[in-house]
């Protein structure tokens, strides 16, 4: 479980990311979905510990998340663009994220299998599509069987069929996993989410779950008041 | 460390620039060794060659490097592995992979030609530069993450270092000459690298003649065998603060 507790950043007077006390709790798909320059990004990197808050904190199992490498080891993220070094082969790639890592057995291969990603190890990552680097991202978020999974807008630049296959991955292992995911493909929300926080200019404007009661009834008037702030 | 620098210099390695690099000290510094036929007169052409050249190309490759690493760098930090542990593998993976392509470029060629002596010095000041300029430019890439201002205000550093500071130095002395200066022009040659190590490889050639006003008051000063080591100590205390700086600077950065 990870605990927000009230934090609080800001850039200049431009913006400012204000989140109350919040609480994601396993198992759960949470999405979390805004307009540009709503905050996602900067509330993502602030639960992985890029981004370090003005005031407040993360807590993953009762420890502040920099102060302790319990999360990093139960962490697994995918970020918007799959970015390696150029010139190291996928199988490389692939071996730096298992040393660092430290997790020696037991991986899950099969969104590594489905992808097919065995006949491209021998690749040079810099001559590879963006879709398949985003493929190759996407395996390696996975492998790790990680309790918690954070994908930044991860069926972005992914082919149809890529792109299905990754939404049913999410859905096979959300039953033992925290997994949270940024993206503006409202279908995505309704396919994949048991809740959904929207931020909007940097504060929370909806938290709710996805039930099939809000599914059914308040889906519908909420989907479209958030399509509403996406026009402006 | 060991880990993420294994593959950052699997990285540079396989890059065509860092072999471009060195192919191109290579051939100068085989040019300079053929022309010049005098050990000495060598080692000073050499010396131009490593104090603008060398600044320069850390600079940008350095700078570059980073910028275009700074999505893997947060990927990297998403796992178990300290900042200081990702810090110290970038700087070291870059020192490392500069200084072989100099030792390769610049060192190897003079060997065939001349006294190893005095190459042992060059080799020095090369590395000492090279380590320097690695910090400097890994301190102003980390503080700013426009790659334009960053990359802007390290030319600007190696301008001022190269080329201005000297100019300045010589109006002064110029303006202020009824005034006495001696101790100011030491203070003076301690705050620019690239001066000291000028000043460094001179020393051991022994050309008075060459070394300027300001090196004449920094031997006369300190004296022979005191100016070397003083000249040596600074040049290191200028590597150790830009490094530990930009260390802090890294370990506290928002990604």
């Known amino acids: 479980m990870l605990r927000v507790n009230k934090i609080e950043k800001s850039y200049g007077k431009k913006f400012r990311l204000d989140i109350e006390n919040l609480t994601l709790e396993h198992p759960n798909v949470i999405t979390l979905l805004g307009p540009n320059g709503s905050g996602k990004t900067t509330f993502l990197k602030i639960l992985l510990g890029l981004v370090n808050p003005k005031t407040g904190d993360v807590e993953y199992k009762g420890k502040n998340i920099n102060d302790d490498f319990t999360f990093k080891y139960d962490l697994s993220y995918m970020p918007q663009t799959a970015i390696y070094p150029e010139n190291l082969k996928v199988k490389e790639i692939i071996e730096i994220t298992k040393a660092l890592k430290n997790h020696t057995e037991d991986y899950d291969y099969e969104l590594y299998e489905q992808y097919r990603i065995d006949g491209i190890l021998e690749s040079k990552f810099s001559s590879l599509s963006q879709g398949t680097k985003q493929k190759i991202a996407a395996s390696i978020v996975f492998m790790f069987r990680s309790p918690v999974i954070i994908l930044d807008e991860p069926t972005a630049g992914l082919d149809p069929y890529a792109a299905e296959l990754l939404k049913s991955k999410i859905l096979k292992e959300k039953k033992d996993k925290l997994i949270l995911f940024t993206t503006h493909i409202i279908s995505d929300v309704t396919e994949l989410s048991d809740r959904l926080i929207f931020l909007h200019e940097g504060k929370i404007k909806y938290d709710k779950i996805m039930n099939d009661e809000f599914v059914n009834r308040d889906s519908r008037l909420i989907i479209s008041e958030v399509a509403n702030y996406f026009r402006g | ?255």
């Open chain 2, 1 to 255: 460390m060991r880990k993420i620098m294994k593959y950052i210099i699997r990285d540079i390695v396989r890059s065509k620039f860092i072999f471009f690099y060195t192919g191109t000290l290579f051939l100068l510094t085989m040019g300079i060794s053929y022309l010049n036929r005098d050990d000495t007169k060598t080692i000073i052409t050499t010396l131009n060659l490593i104090i603008y050249l060398i600044p320069l190309v850390n600079i940008l490759y350095v700078s570059l490097h980073y910028y275009n690493s700074k999505e893997f760098i947060e990927t990297l930090l998403t796992y178990p592995v300290k900042r200081k542990q990702i810090f110290r593998a970038e700087y070291f993976s870059l020192t490392l992979a500069l200084t072989v392509s100099f030792i390769m470029g610049v060192i190897v060629p003079l060997l065939l030609f001349g006294n190893v002596m005095l190459i042992l010095n060059l080799l020095i000041s090369g590395i000492l530069l090279t380590a320097l300029f690695t910090s400097i430019s890994l301190l102003f890439s980390i503080m700013y993450d426009e790659r334009i201002k960053g990359i802007g205000m390290l030319i600007g550093i190696w301008l001022f270092m190269s080329i201005i500071f000297d100019g300045i130095i010589l109006i002064m002395y110029f303006l202020m000459n009824d005034f006495p200066l001696d101790k100011i022009s030491v203070i003076l040659i301690a705050l620019n690298p690239v001066d000291l190590t000028r000043l460094y490889i001179l020393i051991n050639l022994d050309i008075a003649s060459l070394f300027g006003y300001s090196g004449a008051n920094f031997i006369k000063f300190f004296g022979h065998a005191y100016g070397l080591a003083v000249s040596l100590l600074i040049s290191i205390i200028w590597i150790v603060v830009p490094t530990l700086i930009a260390a802090r600077k890294f370990n506290k950065k928002d990604f």
